[in-house]
């Protein structure tokens, strides 16, 4: 059977009379988002010759680590970039016409690249033309435990025929009464360039992400904006630390992917000067034991 029929098969729909949201158990990602009322389907195709992913769930790390490496209690653990929550498979634990739950409990699966044990939930909700993503992490341990967790949702650029890329604008909303701080990649690493509290709009371009993501601290809000029809999507994160813009940058042409991520974070990838102990990972939150760890995230389609 085609892998795209397989995955058809497993697909959950969830719908009310604005949006149908399509989303697979693998990772309880989000495929597809198809707006009633103006036939636009706003999320990335996932095709695998840009970026074979839509919206991944980052978890335990958001980024990557140093040397594809952290230290934890005198050992030594290898994990890829942004973690492995993204590809395991989730239970449906609850669902209404408007609403599903997915959740996944480690129960000694991941000891091998995690030793800490954790319950995720991941909920998604409608209402009106919003989607609502709901996190949950629930520490088993008998001990705190460090994480991060990230969401890397990608919208269609552009959205309708007759746009190009550079119709489009990325409006921020600050944090009330914070600094905004902006970072900068190399080599996949974290340097902080310094304060951007003058960010307020960007124009995508091709050139906008030579040097990988864009890095903010401190933003409430990112409008995805076309300048030549009334299409707009919002990222609603209020309280987040820290959130990335991305689109893959081919250097061969200087051109991006059709796509753009706006991707709100509880964590950041590595400093260039990090020590590699996971506790003390810049941007890492700890959880004490039994306790649960909350954030919630909207996504708005006009």
Request: aromatic share 14%.
């Amino acid at each position: 059977m085609p892998e795209h029929r397989d995955e058809e098969k497993k697909m959950i729909v969830i719908e009310n009379d604005w949006l149908k949201v399509d989303i697979v158990r693998q990772g309880a990602e989000v495929r597809k988002v198809t707006h009633k009322k103006n036939a636009l389907d706003y999320m990335w195709t996932g095709d695998e010759a840009y970026w074979g992913r839509v919206s991944p769930i980052l978890f335990p790390i958001v980024g990557r680590l140093k040397e594809d490496q952290y230290q934890l209690d005198g050992q030594t653990y290898k994990m890829s970039q942004h973690g492995f929550l993204r590809d395991v498979e989730f239970d449906v634990a609850e669902q209404t016409s408007t609403t599903v739950s997915f959740v996944f409990e480690s129960l000694g699966s991941l000891v091998h690249v995690y030793p800490y044990e954790f319950t995720a939930i991941i909920r998604y909700s409608l209402m009106e033309n919003s989607l609502i993503v709901q996190w949950q992490i629930l520490n088993v341990n008998k001990e705190e435990m460090y994480f991060s967790i990230g969401a890397h949702p990608a919208f269609k650029v552009p959205l309708v025929e007759n746009e190009t890329i550079e119709d489009y604008d990325l409006h921020f909303t600050p944090a009330a009464n914070k600094n905004v701080m902006a970072y900068e990649l190399k080599n996949s690493l974290i340097h902080e360039k310094g304060t951007a509290n003058d960010l307020s709009t960007i124009q995508l371009t091709k050139s906008l992400f030579t040097y990988d993501a864009l890095i903010y601290s401190n933003i409430d809000k990112v409008s995805l904006v076309s300048t030549q029809s009334s299409h707009v999507v919002e990222v609603l994160f209020q309280s987040f630390p820290f959130v990335g813009i991305w689109s893959k940058y081919f250097e061969t042409d200087g051109t991006i992917a059709p796509f753009v991520c706006i991707e709100p974070w509880y964590g950041i990838a590595d400093t260039y000067d990090t020590t590699g102990n996971f506790k003390e990972k810049f941007g890492v939150n700890k959880l004490e034991a039994g306790e649960t760890f909350q954030a919630e995230y909207i996504m708005k389609f006009n």
